[in-house]
């Protein structure tokens, strides 16, 4: 196991090329919130890099990040906040999958590639970057979507709470 404080997800430069169809609500199952996230990470689409210790590889907003917010994301990086493991899985594009297992001040991050043999990679992490790139990862993401006009500012608020212990912290960023 390798131990490095090299964790990051950064959005890149928009992505022109998208062979989906664009988000539809034909039975009109979703909420405004929900079909404004998913219209910006289509209409919006980013590559989006991710970083941990000497392995790097990219991923979309559409269907990447969109899947991985809709998955409950806020509340993951709250659980792993609170000392619980995560799990947050890119299967689309590279099937590859990332496990963050708090322990002490520490994250042991461990990345599954799978295609003709399962490849397992181990990283140890600081537990304080990981959390924070992870929030950070995540605002960036809601503030573009807000400041685009897909998602409402109180929407907004509302989706990131969990992923924050303090509420206080949470009206901050928005405000």
Do not use: W
């Not at 929407?155 to 303090?166: H, L």
Request: glycine share 6%.
């Amino acid at each position: 196991m390798s131990k490095t404080n090299h964790f990051k997800f950064e959005i890149a430069e928009p992505n022109l090329e998208n062979y989906a169809l664009p988000p539809d609500d034909s039975l009109g199952e979703l909420s405004d919130f929900e079909l404004g996230l998913r219209r910006f990470c289509y209409e919006c689409d980013r590559r989006v890099v991710v970083e941990i210790g000497t392995l790097q590889f990219s991923v979309f907003f559409d269907p990447d990040i969109c899947m991985l917010l809709t998955d409950s994301f806020p509340e993951q990086i709250g659980e792993c906040d609170r000392g619980q493991s995560i799990r947050i899985d890119f299967a689309e594009n590279y099937d590859i999958t990332i496990i963050l297992t708090p322990v002490g001040d520490t994250v042991i991050c461990q990345l599954s590639k799978f295609g003709y043999a399962e490849r397992l990679t181990e990283y140890e992490l600081d537990r304080q970057q990981v959390i924070g790139e992870l929030r950070r990862f995540l605002l960036e993401v809601m503030e573009l979507s807000v400041n685009l006009g897909y998602v409402s500012l109180e929407d907004k608020s509302r989706f990131i709470m969990p992923a924050f212990s303090d509420p206080a912290k949470v009206a901050s960023l928005v405000g």
